[in-house]
Structure formats: structure tokens, C-alpha cells
Nanobody
């Protein structure tokens, strides 16, 4: 399975951005998947995972501003971000854990749960 993120770029504070995640070699099964981010000099952190039943978790830092959803029949997770802040600036990664379909709970935000990663897409929030 290969994951490819897109949609990153520069946006002004308060603006929106949508990050799609595409997958190849994925089949029709659903797994735990999610979006993560890593800011310069900081550890990678979970933003929002989604499981095979479309149940979701959100990091406290993005609650109310971010929505993760599975696009159409592909079931790969897309991330809709609104009201972006400069502190949202980071490299954003799509990830999957192909041995799990259930991943709800605070633990599902931990990056080390996930073994398959994309290359990332850069998001810069600046005026």
C-alpha cells in the first residue's frame, strides 16, 4: 500500500484547506487511517484518525476546526481544515495501520500505532 498526500500550500490565518489522501494497492477493505503532522523541531503528533466504521477522534488542538472524512468509495481519509492558525503550520502526513480496523480512543492519536505512511504535504499558515 502506498499513500500519497496532496492539497498542502500556503494559506492566510483563518482560511480553509483540504488535504486529500490517495492510496494504491489498497483494495476495498477499510482500516484505521488518519492524519498526523510534524512542525519543525517538534515531534509528530496525531490530528485525527478514523476507523473502518467511520468513527473519529480529534486532537484537542484542532477540535471544532478540523473534520476527517472518508471520500466516496475509496475510504481514504481526507482532512478538511478551517479557521487555520499559524500554529497549524507543519508537514501533514496520511497514515494507515493495516492490521487494525478499530481505532477509537485517545491512543489512536499516537503516531506509533500506524505503520504505513505517505511522504507528507506541507501546510504553511502565515499572513
Amino acid at each position: 500500500v502506498q499513500l500519497v498526500e496532496s492539497g498542502g500550500g500556503s494559506v492566510q490565518p483563518g482560511g480553509p484547506l483540504r488535504l486529500p489522501c490517495a492510496a494504491s494497492g489498497y483494495g476495498s477493505s477499510r482500516y484505521c487511517m488518519g492524519w498526523f503532522r510534524q512542525a519543525p523541531g517538534k515531534a509528530r503528533e496525531g490530528v485525527a484518525p478514523i476507523d473502518a466504521w467511520s468513527r473519529k477522534e480529534y486532537a484537542d488542538s484542532v477540535k471544532g476546526r478540523v473534520t476527517i472524512f472518508q471520500a466516496n468509495a475509496t475510504s481514504t481519509p481526507h482532512l478538511q481544515m478551517n479557521s487555520l492558525k499559524p500554529e497549524d503550520t507543519a508537514m501533514y502526513y496520511c497514515a494507515a495501520e493495516l492490521t487494525r480496523s478499530y481505532c477509537i480512543g485517545p491512543w489512536s492519536l499516537a503516531p506509533d500505532v500506524y505503520k504505513t505512511w505517505g511522504q507528507g504535504t506541507q501546510v504553511i499558515v502565515s499572513s
